[in-house]
């Protein structure tokens, strides 16, 4: 097998891919900080409403190994993102990380543009009041 190691001539992302461990990348960003400006060339899911593609806030999820199932949405909102990556990393999750999902799903990856506004309200009253989000 091959250890995750990241020497002089292997790039981080060469290195979790090639490992023989799960491994997960996740990077998201609206600066299109990569690939030398390359990424403006790839092809991106975004709504119809979006004009100017390639100046959205992209996230990209690159595990070395199959998920259980795909995840596809029209836009995902970055507050997902968390729970995103543990389902896709096969991690139980707490009950915040838990009702995080269950929205994801139930909105289609959408948040603020849900169309079940008594579910967001659901949603942000068990966040924030029974699992004391907004308690220090």
Do not use: W
């Not at 991106?44 to 998920?67: D, L, Q, R």
């Not at 009950?95 to 269950?102: P, V």
């Amino acid at each position: 097998g091959r250890e995750c190691t990241v020497g002089s001539s292997t790039t981080l992302r060469n290195a979790l891919r090639d490992c023989d461990r799960p491994a997960l990348l996740f990077h998201f960003g609206c600066h299109q900080p990569f690939f030398d400006g390359a990424i403006r060339e790839i092809p991106k899911t975004v709504p119809a409403s979006v004009v100017g593609p390639n100046y959205v806030t992209y996230y990209m999820i690159k595990p070395n190994y199959k998920p259980a199932r795909e995840y596809v949405f029209p836009a995902l909102d970055l507050s997902f993102a968390g729970a995103l990556i543990l389902d896709i990393a096969r991690v139980k999750k707490d009950l915040f990380f838990q009702a995080n999902a269950l929205l994801r799903e139930r909105c289609n990856g959408a948040y603020i543009d849900c169309k079940d506004k008594p579910l967001v309200d659901s949603y942000q009253e068990y966040v924030f009041q029974r699992l004391g989000a907004l308690h220090e």
